[in-house]
C-alpha cells in the first residue's frame, strides 16, 4: 500500500499512555501536555452538569445532577454565541491543560429590570461565596447624536427605558474604530494625486490610522469605540483644503448612513460618559486573543520559532488558560458555597428579590496507579463553573494533572471520598515489581 512521500515529523515526544477507567458516568477525556520546558503530564478532564432548581425565593436552591443520558457533552471546541471571533464567547474548550485559578462565568444572561418596569438604568451582578461580589450597570438602548454641524462633536444620548438587556460584550465598550472614520481615512490615506493639498491630507490621514488601531484590543466586539476619534477625524480633515469635493462628500454621506451604539453595560460605579478608554465589563468569557489574555501567551517571536516551536514560549503564563475576567478568578472553590443572583431571572426581578443556591459538593477524584505500585489519589479541582441561563444548567469542569515522570501505570476516575491519603497496597506493588523485572529480563 502506498504511503504520502512527506509525513509530518514527531516534533514532540510522548509518554506511554497509561490505561484509563472511567468508573462514572459523567463526560471525561484523556490527553498528554507537554509544557515550555519539554516535561509531559498526564491531563484527565471531567464535566458535570446539573439542573437550576426553579427559584421560589423560600429557600436556598439545591441543583439537581443530571442522569448520564443528558449530561453536558466536554466542550470540544470554543463555542460562540455568533460569528466565530466575531461575537461572545460562550464556552471555551474543556481541553486546557491546567487552570491555576478557578473560572466562575455566567453566560447567555440577561439583567431584567426591578419589578418589571421600564428604566433606563439599574444594577445587576452575582455573589460566589466570600470570593466573589461582583455588580454591573445595564442602560437601555442609547445612541450618539448625530452632530448639527460638519464640525459638531457627537452627543451621547439618554438611554430609552427598556425592561431587559442581554449582558454580552457586544453591548460593552470597545469594538472597532467605528466605519465611518474608516471610510474617511482611508479616502485620503490612498490619494495618488499629486497636488500639496492630497498630500497634506493622506498625511493627516496616516497620522490618525496610527493613533487609532483599527479595534479594541481588549473588546474587539463591543461598540462606542472611536466616537470622539470621529470626531477629531473630521476637525483635522475639515481644516485641510480640499481638491477633491465630492470625494469629500461621499464620505460625508457614510458616516450618517448607520445609527452609532453606545455601550450599554456600565460598571457599577463608573457610568460610561464617552469616555476614550472605559473599561470592558462582563460576566462571560474573554476570548483568546483579546489584549487581557493574549499578554500572558508568551512572546511568538523569531526566536520562538527557530529554537522552541512548537511548544509554547518560556515567558508562557498559564494563567493564559483561564478565561474568565480577573475579578471572576478565584482559588478553588471545594463545594457548598451560596451563590446569589441578583436580576439575572425574570421571576426574580419582578419580585424584587435574589436567586440562591449552593454550589453542590461532589467527591471526585483520580486514583494514581504507578509501575512500583503505589497508588495516589490525585484531586480533580474544579476550575471551570459555567451558569448558563439558557440551558438552565450549572456546569463543573474538573482536571487532574501528573507529571509522566512519575511512570503512571493506570488511572481510574471515580467518586472515592474526598481526603484520601496516599495508599500503598503490597499485593499490587509486588505485581507491579514483577511487571517491571520481567520487562527489564525482556530487554
Same mark, same amino acid.
Given at each position: 500500500?502506498?504511503?504520502?512521500?512527506h509525513?509530518?515529523?514527531a516534533?514532540?515526544?510522548?509518554?506511554?499512555?497509561?490505561?484509563?477507567?472511567?468508573?462514572?458516568?459523567w463526560p471525561?477525556?484523556?490527553f498528554?501536555?507537554?509544557?515550555?520546558?519539554?516535561?509531559i503530564f498526564?491531563v484527565?478532564?471531567?464535566?458535570?452538569?446539573?439542573?437550576? +432548581?426553579?427559584?421560589?425565593?423560600?429557600?436556598?436552591?439545591l441543583?439537581?445532577?443530571?442522569?448520564?443520558?443528558?449530561q453536558?457533552?466536554?466542550?470540544?471546541?470554543d463555542?460562540?454565541a455568533?460569528?466565530i471571533?466575531?461575537?461572545?464567547?460562550?464556552q471555551?474548550?474543556d481541553?486546557?491543560p491546567?487552570? +491555576?485559578?478557578?473560572?466562575?462565568l455566567l453566560?447567555?444572561?440577561?439583567?431584567?429590570?426591578?419589578?418589571?418596569k421600564?428604566?433606563?438604568?439599574?444594577?445587576?451582578?452575582?455573589?460566589?461565596?466570600?470570593?466573589?461580589?461582583?455588580?454591573?450597570?445595564?442602560?437601555?438602548?442609547?445612541?450618539y447624536?448625530?452632530p448639527?454641524?460638519?464640525l459638531?462633536?457627537?452627543?451621547?444620548g439618554?438611554p430609552?427605558?427598556c425592561t431587559?438587556?442581554?449582558?454580552?460584550?457586544e453591548?460593552?465598550?470597545?469594538g472597532p474604530?467605528?466605519?465611518?472614520?474608516a471610510?474617511?481615512?482611508n479616502?485620503?490615506a490612498?490619494?495618488?494625486e +499629486?497636488?500639496?493639498?492630497?498630500?497634506?491630507?493622506?498625511?493627516?490621514s496616516?497620522?490618525?490610522?496610527?493613533?487609532?488601531p483599527?479595534?479594541?484590543?481588549?473588546n474587539?466586539?463591543?461598540?462606542?469605540?472611536g466616537i470622539?476619534?470621529?470626531?477629531?477625524?473630521?476637525?483635522?480633515?475639515?481644516?485641510?483644503?480640499t481638491?477633491?469635493?465630492?470625494?469629500? *462628500?461621499?464620505t460625508?454621506g457614510?458616516?450618517?448612513?448607520k445609527?452609532?451604539?453606545?455601550?450599554?453595560?456600565?460598571?457599577?460605579?463608573?457610568?460610561?460618559?464617552?469616555?476614550?478608554?472605559?473599561?470592558v465589563?462582563?460576566f462571560?468569557?474573554?476570548?483568546r486573543?483579546?489584549? +487581557?489574555?493574549?499578554?500572558l501567551?508568551?512572546?511568538?517571536?523569531t526566536?520562538?520559532?527557530?529554537?522552541?516551536?512548537?511548544?509554547?514560549?518560556?515567558?508562557?503564563?498559564y494563567?493564559?488558560?483561564n478565561?474568565?475576567?480577573?475579578?471572576?478568578?478565584?482559588d478553588?472553590?471545594?463545594?457548598?458555597?451560596?451563590?446569589?443572583?441578583?436580576?439575572?431571572t425574570? *421571576?426574580s426581578?419582578?419580585?424584587?428579590?435574589a436567586?440562591?443556591?449552593?454550589?453542590p459538593?461532589q467527591?471526585l477524584?483520580?486514583?494514581v496507579?504507578?509501575?512500583?505500585?503505589?497508588l495516589?489519589?490525585?484531586?480533580m479541582?474544579i476550575?471551570?463553573?459555567?451558569?448558563d441561563?439558557?440551558?438552565?444548567?450549572?456546569?463543573?469542569?474538573?482536571?487532574?494533572t501528573v507529571?509522566a515522570k512519575t511512570?503512571?501505570?493506570?488511572?481510574?476516575?471515580?467518586?472515592?471520598?474526598a481526603?484520601?491519603a496516599?495508599?500503598?497496597d503490597e499485593?499490587d506493588?509486588?505485581?507491579?515489581?514483577?511487571?517491571?523485572?520481567?520487562?527489564?529480563?525482556?530487554?
Amino acid at each position: 500500500m502506498s504511503r504520502p512521500s512527506h509525513v509530518f515529523p514527531a516534533v514532540i515526544a510522548s509518554a506511554p499512555n497509561p490505561e484509563v477507567i472511567n468508573h462514572t458516568g459523567w463526560p471525561a477525556q484523556y490527553f498528554q501536555h507537554v509544557d515550555p520546558y519539554g516535561d509531559i503530564f498526564h491531563v484527565v478532564v471531567a464535566r458535570v452538569t446539573y439542573s437550576l +432548581p426553579a427559584f421560589t425565593g423560600k429557600e436556598i436552591g439545591l441543583p439537581t445532577l443530571l442522569p448520564p443520558e443528558k449530561q453536558t457533552p466536554l466542550c470540544e471546541a470554543d463555542e460562540f454565541a455568533g460569528e466565530i471571533n466575531a461575537s461572545s464567547l460562550i464556552q471555551e474548550s474543556d481541553y486546557a491543560p491546567y487552570k +491555576p485559578k478557578c473560572d466562575v462565568l455566567l453566560v447567555n444572561a440577561t439583567a431584567y429590570s426591578p419589578g418589571g418596569k421600564p428604566m433606563g438604568r439599574w444594577p445587576v451582578g452575582f455573589r460566589f461565596g466570600n470570593a466573589i461580589e461582583k455588580y454591573l450597570q445595564v442602560t437601555g438602548p442609547r445612541l450618539y447624536k448625530q452632530p448639527l454641524s460638519a464640525l459638531g462633536g457627537y452627543v451621547l444620548g439618554e438611554p430609552a427605558a427598556c425592561t431587559s438587556v442581554p449582558v454580552c460584550y457586544e453591548l460593552a465598550f470597545g469594538g472597532p474604530n467605528l466605519e465611518a472614520e474608516a471610510s474617511i481615512l482611508n479616502a485620503y490615506a490612498e490619494t495618488k494625486e +499629486p497636488t500639496e493639498t492630497a498630500q497634506a491630507q493622506a498625511r493627516a490621514s496616516r497620522q490618525l490610522m496610527d493613533e487609532l488601531p483599527a479595534r479594541y484590543q481588549a473588546n474587539p466586539i463591543g461598540c462606542g469605540r472611536g466616537i470622539k476619534s470621529i470626531d477629531r477625524t473630521r476637525q483635522s480633515l475639515a481644516r485641510i483644503k480640499t481638491a477633491s469635493v465630492p470625494r469629500q *462628500q461621499q464620505t460625508q454621506g457614510q458616516i450618517e448612513q448607520k445609527p452609532l451604539l453606545a455601550p450599554q453595560i456600565e460598571q457599577f460605579k463608573n457610568p460610561y460618559r464617552g469616555q476614550r478608554d472605559y473599561p470592558v465589563v462582563g460576566f462571560g468569557p474573554i476570548g483568546r486573543w483579546w489584549s +487581557p489574555r493574549m499578554r500572558l501567551a508568551g512572546t511568538h517571536d523569531t526566536r520562538w520559532k527557530q529554537t522552541q516551536w512548537p511548544k509554547s514560549p518560556l515567558d508562557h503564563d498559564y494563567r493564559y488558560w483561564n478565561c474568565a475576567p480577573e475579578d471572576q478568578q478565584i482559588d478553588y472553590p471545594q463545594g457548598g458555597e451560596e451563590i446569589v443572583l441578583a436580576h439575572l431571572t425574570r *421571576q426574580s426581578a419582578m419580585e424584587g428579590r435574589a436567586d440562591r443556591l449552593i454550589l453542590p459538593k461532589q467527591d471526585l477524584q483520580l486514583l494514581v496507579r504507578l509501575n512500583v505500585g503505589v497508588l495516589m489519589f490525585a484531586p480533580m479541582h474544579i476550575d471551570t463553573l459555567i451558569i448558563d441561563f439558557k440551558a438552565n444548567t450549572l456546569s463543573v469542569v474538573r482536571r487532574a494533572t501528573v507529571s509522566a515522570k512519575t511512570q503512571v501505570r493506570q488511572l481510574e476516575l471515580g467518586t472515592w471520598p474526598a481526603g484520601t491519603a496516599m495508599e500503598l497496597d503490597e499485593a499490587d506493588r509486588q505485581n507491579a515489581l514483577a511487571h517491571v523485572r520481567e520487562r527489564e529480563g525482556r530487554g
